[in-house]
C-alpha cells in the first residue's frame, strides 16, 4: 500500500492524529505516486485513519469519494478516529484471546503428560492446600485407596477416618 502516514507533504492534509484527509486527489499537492495509486482505483477523495496497537501503526482505515472530489467534514473526521479505536480494542481482544486459547491447548497437553507420568509411576500423588486444609488428589488415588478422586477424602480429618486402625501410627 504506497499510500502511507507521512507521506503527503506538510500543507494541513494531515492532522495532529495521524489522520490524512485528502479532499482532492487531482489538486497537485500530492506525490505522484500517491496519485496514481488512487487514480488506479478511481479514488477522488479519502480519508484515512491509523489504526494502533500498543503505539505502533497496525493499518488504516479509510473512507474514500470515487465520484467526485468533496470537502470531509470533521465530523467524518471524528467518526473515523472513534472506529479506529474501536477497531483497535477488538483487534486486541482477539489477539488476546487466540494467546490465551494457545496457552490453553499447551496446559491441556502439559497435564496429559503429566497424568501418563503420574499414572505410570504408581505412587499418589496429591497437593494440600494449608489455607483452605482441602485435599486436591492427583495420580494414583484410585490405584492405591480404592476412590475416584471426586469420591477421596477432601481434607486430612476425612482421610485419618478411613485408615484401618492397624495402620495408623
Known sequence: FPVTIGLLNDDGAESANGQVIVDDIDSGAYPQEQIAFFNRYQVKASLMTPIRLDGKLW???AAQQCQSSRQWYHEEA??????????SIGIRQSIAYTEMEQQVTESRLWRKRYEAAASSSGQLIYEYNHRT????????VHETLGYKPEDAPSNFQSYWHIIHPDDLP
Do not use: C
Open 133 to 140: 486444609e482441602k485435599i486436591i488428589w492427583g495420580a494414583g
Open 59 to 61: 493499518g488504516l482505515l
Open 78 to 87: 471524528e467518526l473515523l478516529s472513534a472506529l479506529a479505536v474501536q477497531l
